[in-house]
């Protein structure tokens, strides 16, 4: 069976006794239902990440409330869907939740009918997957412009080194004058530290491309 951890945040009595009254679980699916205040402290948020599957707002907490929480759940690293309860039929995340981090809304009067662990389950694998979909999206991006930068980077590179092995070759004449010496001694350091100047750009776009690797496996996981 599959347990779904659900932070109900809320102060309403009838929220709460729809879900501590009602059996919430099927032969393949549990909610375990844990109720907090909209006064959570943000100290109470370092560890919802590995206790919390979902983050439930009852229709009766403030927006301003909502708003603080969400912000604040997702500053602390909580990457779980975060869903708000309303009586509106087919309601619409406002923009303002929507760019705090809120994910989706229910309607409450689906709490009591028996498609309602089944319309949760589709809200919940609909927002999971609308997420991979954007991150394989801004992963994409960010290959593409890596690439970019990785074919202009490897270009500029073959500049200076063309002029270092120039320099190295006329530097192997035994009979070049010093000022010419001093001359191409000069043009290899400085293209030495160009070509230095370009592997620091090319270890940061592997910087890059590593985090971004690990940033999707950890996001897959959550998901």
């Known amino acids: ?98 760019k705090a981090g809120v994910d989706d809304i229910l309607n409450t009067a689906e709490i009591q009918t028996p498609l309602f662990l089944w319309t949760f389950q589709s809200t919940l694998t609909q927002v999971t997957d609308r997420r991979k979909a954007k991150d394989f999206d801004v992963i994409r991006d960010r290959m593409r412009r890596a690439h970019r930068s990785l074919a202009f980077v490897t270009h500029e590179i073959n500049n200076p080194l063309s002029v270092i092995r120039l320099a190295i070759y006329h530097l192997q004449n035994a009979k070049l004058a010093k000022t010419k010496k001093r001359a191409f001694f000069k043009l290899l350091v400085e293209n030495i530290d160009r070509v230095n100047g370009q592997m620091k750009e090319l270890y940061a776009i592997r910087r890059e491309l590593n985090m971004d690797l690990r940033n999707g496996k950890r996001r897959s996981a959550l998901l």
């Open 1 to 98: 069976m599959h347990v779904l951890r659900v932070l109900l945040i809320d102060t309403s009595r009838n929220t709460k006794k729809l879900f501590e009254d009602k059996r919430l679980s099927t032969d393949t699916v549990r909610l375990v239902i844990r109720i907090a205040g909209p006064d959570l402290k943000v100290e109470e948020m370092e560890n919802l990440h590995a206790t919390v599957d979902v983050v439930l707002f009852g229709e009766k907490v403030p927006s301003t409330s909502v708003l603080e929480l969400t912000k604040a759940f997702r500053i602390a690293g909580l990457d779980v869907p975060i869903f708000i309860l309303t009586r509106q039929s087919e309601a619409r995340v406002p923009q303002k939740y929507a």
